[in-house]
């Protein structure tokens, strides 16, 4: 079972015997960062602990009874990320990690989080998008930024008081690209417009914005489409999204899936009409990183083996059933020689219908006037013709120094093995 160390900072602590009623067991230390406060949260688990041991660990410690949306994960040596498998051990899948650090996050965001009935699940996913809003993953057009911005500021002081607040009294960083006009727009906004929101209402209203923008709960991926042309892959409950710069090529969406394949460094997807879209990553281990959250993905929103309080899945339990995933990579012998991981789903005989959340841009607004208490700041934003930006896509040589990152990365990784 793990425990909990109650270190007075953070330290590297190597692994020690002790001996127990049951025998002599090996105690495994790791350090989990969690999201509320930048806590940091030391553990030790055993020889025999499973990834779900730890995360439900974690989910007791942080009150957290909504189980399906959190996630472990971890960086190896090579600067890939791995998310912790629930079904293995841990140590088995830490090898290459020294020392043990897992950073608890929100694995798959909810279509509509607000509806969420667990108000602590609220808060922390709440917090994660605040760290999305700030390293640029959650990004928005000026005008959106300018009011999400605002809301920090009456989250984190309250009502406007002249007394207290006055000239730039934005003294933190929560937006990347925070300029001065963004910070003076969402001053007035807050001036104006928020006095009498509660933080409950702000968080409220905050995720209401959120779910709204297109980047919403994505993890983006860069990888190789048809003729070597490189595309930014988006991943979120709405589907697959591929863009080349700013501009939009496909959008797979869950319910269109059959079938996800992946051979090496290339992911397959194949489509109920019969289409096949293959995807070349930069590396295997990134590949399967890629793999493994459209497989979490595409089990979540289409298998009837999930519960969900928020949005697209409806508002009734699902019944169980059991996940079609195969991952031949972990058999010996002779048929290691495939390495083929597939997902294979029926979906003409699955009953469950996906009503998809239609993500606009303009439907911000309507989620403003959705709620009383802030019907003023629609009729604000609206006079201020703070309708929606179209969307901006990160910087494009900010992907290309990344993708040469990566790439240096493997080249090194390959040449440590070969002369091994």
Known sequence: MVSHLNLPKLQIVRMKTVVSNTGIEVLYPCTVHLLKNGEILECE?????????????????????????????????????????????????VKNVCPTHFHFRVKVY?????????????????????????????????????????LMLQYTHGDFDPSVLFGNYVKEKI?????????????????DHLNGLTKEQVEDLFLR???????????PYLVEGSNQVRLNLWINYNGMVTYIENRKVNHLKWM??????????????????DEVIEFVCLTEAECKYIYRSVADHLIFFTSSGRKSTAGALGSESIPESEEKLEDNENLEGDNKKSLNSEIDFDQK???????????????????????????????????????SELFSLFDKDIFGFIFLKQRITYIIKKYILSIN
């Open 45 to 93: 688990y055993k020889s025999d602990n499973i990834g779900r041991d730890l995360l439900d660990y974690i989910l007791q410690n942080q009150n957290l009874s909504e189980k399906d949306y959190w996630g472990l994960r971890f960086v190896d040596t090579f600067e890939q990320r791995h998310w912790l498998e629930l079904d293995k051990l841990i140590r088995c899948q």
């Open 110 to 150: 909810p279509p509509e989080p607000y509806k969420l009935s667990d108000k602590e699940t609220k808060h922390q996913i709440f917090t994660q998008l605040r760290y999305d809003l700030m390293s640029g993953r959650l990004c928005c057009g000026p005008n959106d930024s300018a009011l999400l911005l605002a």
């Open 175 to 191: 937006l990347l690209n925070q300029t001065i006009a963004t910070e003076t727009k969402a001053i007035d906004i807050h001036k």
């Open 209 to 219: 914005m959120a779910c709204q923008l297109e980047a919403y709960g994505i993890d």
């Open 256 to 273: 269109d899936i059959n079938k996800v394949i992946r051979e090496e460094n290339k992911l397959i997807v194949s489509l109920t009409n």
């Open 349 to 387: 005989s699955n009953s469950f219908k996906q009503s998809y959340f239609k993500v606009s841009k303009f439907n911000i607004l309507n989620c403003i006037f959705s709620q009383v208490y802030v019907f003023h700041i629609a009729i604000s934003i609206f006079v201020m013709g703070a309708i």
